[in-house]
């Protein structure tokens, strides 16, 4: 049973809300954790404490990795609440969570979010059509249930993920039809000035050589540099398309490839509906291309008793996020008066010096997989909100109407009121407006965070 | 700058002034706080009813239905308007009686668009009510239509009839010179011989630069939307004593308001949801339309409203100086007068009469009490 309040409130049981829980809780913090899913892990380690032997093996051992923090999470004394759904965060940090389908209401002194990251959607045309789906879907099947996807398949996009997906087929022994690269040319030229940063990080870059390799050798169709990717079918998805691209050295134009199956990626983005609901402030990272949280080095935002951290406030990577949750872990515990400033320092030395050289990759990736404008703001044709069918030329026209922003947008066209509520448009929606009216996306900003925060029954809003 | 007239608030009141004024051959400059139908106007249910009115709104809002059953040809927009009909239903029989009496002393003033209906006549309508409703007064051409897309309609069309916008400009001052009005925001300092305050809950600011002191009280009146369901109601559906306002979409979606409120943060003009006030209101859509249990809420939101204490706006010229109008304090109800205001608004400025019963509705009934 839940109580209505504890000192720390964690939303999110991946990796940085995991090591928040028990850095905290290690310091005798009451915590709590909520988190959506069955067991924790996060996306990334998703399922990992029920993974067999022989999923391990696909998923590699950096997935495997995760099993020891999910352990020490089981063990740290705080109170999990699995398949728990947040559906209501305001700014006075009253949260409202679903659990066994009936409401509560919680407060906490000490609030962290650590929702984790997204995948960046990909307009595309035709990216509505049953059979086209996300990487991040591909491996969500691959993780809880070992599924893989039937028929011909065609994996594009940009981005590490991709790559890894790619990889753990073939571990899983499925071949796939295409790997097409939308990363624009010349980026990888480019990020190569940014290489000696990340040295620090070695082991990421040896991991990502290794995994374009196996692609090489298993003889599959792999395209670079592609523009105008589409997806074309009439019911659902027939066939995957692009203007140009290179196959080796060799050029390649108007390819059509059959498809039953295209897994789309240009990479991931901070989940950030909750803090944007908390009133937390959020600023336009231009390298990213995505909105980020803006946090102190502890993961405080800009309320000082909500801490933002991992994926969820700026894209930084499992071992990244895990660490800055061991940070606002010690920090909250210093807060609550726990443990003293000398404690906190000696502890938090060594976590910083490591958190920095997780981060020295990313500069680098950062760089190298910038998703490129082409597929961020899409041409008139294609639709911007599939729940609500507009597309960009809608979204251009209510702006020459008068929309300055994307609320005004949504207001006009319905973009963003559909099921997903905007977490599927709402970054594109404002890059199409800053785009057309040469504004800066921090004044453009981005479409509100209505309550509920997840869908709930008119019943079970009734009873709370 | 200088022009014919400055019109403060581009809201649905604001816009229609600004566009009656404009035809009218009175090209007025607008400012705007935020954007054209930031609050209220924008974000409301989008109920266009005569149904229920309070009696001395009856006229007007009559009035306002004849502009609305033609609004393509007043904005060359049909604002997404759809004439579903108006239903307020009874849940007891002492409010079914109370329903009645309504309606008979609409008959005795002469007004007949009010209907009462059996509860059979009502299942026939709405099978999906509950069983508990008595019966219900309906009102054929009510319906309902797009608030923002409206107020869009009517900024768009004001423009094309010569009216000028400006946006994020607050008013800082207002001064009078002779017979001229002088308005300064943040970027302009505009003249023109007519002022109209169509400010909505920041009416009472604007009054107060005239002197006259209106208790308005500035409020987030909540409404919340269900995913799309299966189609089960036409009509627009409002209780007797309790608040609701429920209508389905021809997209299947389902919006439920009726005046409930959450909190209001004026220093960043920003409505938020009360989540306990919000699900008293989803008690009663439960109780009349028991379907709609297992429906999912998919969004919520406040828009910010001024309510007088009476409830009625003011819609009035000035009681301290000459030349000067107020349209504001529509307490939840403004939506559906939008096209008349414009029209009796311009009205007043051409003839210095209006053909409509607006007594009702002067700023004096609050600057007098004031006084005593």
């Known amino acids: 049973m839940i109580d209505d309040s504890y000192e720390l409130l964690i939303i999110g049981a991946g990796p940085a809300g995991m090591a928040a829980a028990c850095e905290a809780a290690s310091h005798g913090v009451r915590v709590a954790v909520l988190d959506n899913q ?106 809880s249930a070992g599924m893989v996807p039937e028929g011909r398949l065609v994996l594009a996009g940009t981005g590490p993920l991709i790559l890894l997906l790619a990889y753990q087929y073939l571990q899983a022994g499925v071949k796939f039809d295409a790997l097409i690269d939308t990363t624009p040319q010349g980026a990888m030229l480019r990020s190569l000035g940014k290489l000696f940063e990340a040295l620090p990080a070695v082991d990421y870059l040896l991991k990502g050589l290794k995994m374009m390799l196996a692609v090489r050798q298993a003889g599959i169709p792999v395209y670079h540099g592609v523009e105008g990717l589409g997806a074309v079918g009439e019911e659902k998805l027939e066939a995957v398309r692009f203007d140009a691209g290179k196959a080796g050295l060799k050029k390649v134009t108007d390819c059509e490839l059959q498809a039953d199956t295209l897994l789309l990626h240009q990479g991931v983005i901070p989940n950030f509906r909750l803090p944007l609901a908390a009133g937390c402030e959020i600023e336009w990272d231009a390298q990213q291309q995505n909105w980020i949280v803006v946090t102190d080095e502890w993961g405080r935002s800009s ?63 950062d760089s190298c997989y910038t998703p490129s404008p082409r597929y961020l703001v899409p041409d008139d044709a294609t639709l911007v909100c599939r729940c609500e069918e507009i597309s960009a030329g809608e979204i251009r026209q209510a702006v020459r109407l008068g929309c300055t922003g994307p609320n005004q947008v949504k207001s006009f066209t319905r973009c963003g009121m559909g099921p997903c509520q905007g977490s599927q448009c709402s970054s594109t929606v404002s890059l199409i407006i800053s785009e057309q009216l040469g504004k800066p996306m921090t004044e453009v900003g981005c479409i509100r965070v209505r309550p509920p925060l997840s869908p709930i029954t008119l019943g079970q809003l009734s009873e709370v | 700058m200088r022009s014919d007239a400055i019109v403060i608030g581009a809201g649905i009141h604001g816009c229609s002034v600004a566009l009656h004024l404009a035809r009218s051959g009175i090209e007025p400059v607008v400012f705007e706080r935020s954007h054209p139908g930031r ?14 009115r309070h009696f001395s709104e009856v006229p007007l809002s009559i009035a306002a239905m004849k502009q609305w059953w033609n609004i393509r040809d007043l904005v060359d927009d049909d604002c997404g308007f759809e004439s579903s009909g108006q239903v307020k239903v009874a849940e007891s029989e002492e409010e079914f009686d109370l329903l009645k009496s309504r309606v008979k002393k609409l008959e005795m003033d002469g007004y007949e668009h009010e209907e009462i209906i059996t509860r059979s006549e009502l299942k026939d309508r709405i099978p999906a009510i509950s069983d508990h409703c008595r019966g219900a007064i309906v009102c054929q051409g009510d319906g309902h239509a797009k608030p923002f897309r409206t107020v869009y309609a009517f900024y768009a069309a004001s423009k094309r009839a010569g009216a000028r916008f400006f946006r994020d400009q607050a008013v800082d001052s207002i001064k009078r010179a002779g017979q001229t009005w002088k308005v300064t925001t943040r970027d302009f300092t505009c ?10 809950a920041w009416g009472n600011q604007i009054a107060a630069l005239l002197d006259e002191q209106v208790p308005l009280e500035p409020t987030a009146l909540m409404l919340m939307i269900s995913e799309r369901l299966p189609h089960f109601c036409t009509p627009v559906v409002g209780a007797t004593q309790r608040t609701l306002s429920f209508k389905q979409f021809s997209n299947g979606t389902v919006l439920i308001g009726g005046g409930l409120q959450g909190y209001v943060d004026m220093s960043r003009q920003q409505g938020h949801v009360d989540i306990d006030e919000l699900a008293i209101n989803t008690r009663t859509a439960r109780d009349i339309f028991p379907l709609m249990e297992k429906a999912r809420i998919i969004r919520c939101w406040a828009g910010i409203e001024g309510v007088t204490p009476d ?8 009681s301290t100086y000459s030349d000067a109008y107020h349209v504001f304090g529509f307490s939840g109800h403004g939506f559906q007068l939008g096209p008349i205001t414009g029209s009796i608004i311009s009205d007043l400025v051409n003839h210095q009469s209006t053909e409509l019963p607006i007594e009702d509705f002067s700023i004096e009934r609050f600057v007098l009490a004031e006084h005593r």
């Open chain 1, 38 to 143: 069955t067991s924790p892990g996060g996306q990334i380690y998703r399922n990992v404490d029920r993974a067999t032997d022989s999923r391990n093996r696909i998923l590699g051992k950096d997935y495997v990795k995760g099993r020891l923090l999910v352990d020490r999470f089981k063990q740290c004394g705080g109170s999990y609440f699995s398949e728990a759904t947040v559906w209501f965060l305001d700014e006075k940090r009253r949260v409202g969570v679903l659990i066994d389908d009936k409401s509560y209401f919680v407060s906490a002194d000490k609030l962290v979010l650590a929702t984790g990251a997204q995948e960046r959607p990909m307009p595309i045309k035709g990216w509505q059509l049953p059979g086209v789906m996300t990487a991040g879907a591909g491996q969500i099947l691959l993780k």
């Open chain 1, 303 to 365: 309320d000082a008793d909500i801490y933002v951290v991992g994926d969820g406030s700026r894209i930084s990577g499992a071992e990244a996020s895990a660490l800055q949750g061991r940070l606002a872990g010690m920090h909250i515990s210093f807060q609550l008066g726990k443990i003293n400033a000398g404690k906190l320092e000696a502890l938090s030395g060594p976590v910083v010096k490591s958190y920095k050289r997780h981060l020295s990759i990313r500069p680098f990736l």
């Open chain 2, 39 to 52: 609050h209220a106007s924008g974000v409301n249910a989008g109920g266009v009813r005569r149904l229920g």
């Open chain 2, 191 to 200: 003249e023109a011989p007519v002022l109209i305050n169509c400010a909505g």
């Open chain 2, 311 to 318: 409830q009625i706006p003011v819609i009035s010229p000035s």
